[in-house]
């Protein structure tokens, strides 16, 4: 799908909240307790849909809990597979408005 409509728009924002993915999604037990990998992961198969185009990606990153408790640590590892995916920035969600204090320290 991101490949198909990357042919329409510049940028693609995916959702890659972890706690939206199902228990072994990308080998991974319980993804929503270890967002860092299970964003890096989603973001890597994003990266090889939009191979070749010139798409920029922006993910959405979970600022939220659901089922658990989101932590600083939580937020701060989705943010860092962001960067080590060398996205073209990233945004966070909190359906609440109430986002983590801490979150986008310099």
């Keep these: 799908m991101p490949r198909r409509i990357s042919r329409y728009v510049d940028t693609v924002y995916p959702m890659a909240y972890p706690s939206h993915y199902n228990p072994g999604e990308y080998g991974i037990a319980s993804p929503d307790d270890a967002p860092g990998i299970t964003v ?3 973001l890597a198969d994003f990266r090889r849909a939009l191979e070749g185009r010139k798409t920029r990606l922006v993910p959405w990153l979970q600022d939220f809990s659901l089922g658990r ?6 937020v ?3 943010i860092a597979a962001a960067r080590a995916h060398h996205t073209q920035g990233f945004l966070l969600w909190n359906p609440l408005g109430v986002y983590t204090p801490g ?3 310099p």
């Design 76 to 78: 701060e590892e989705q």
């Design 69 to 74: 408790t989101y932590t600083l640590t939580d």
């Design 103 to 105: 979150a986008l320290a």
């Design 40 to 42: 890096s992961r989603s």
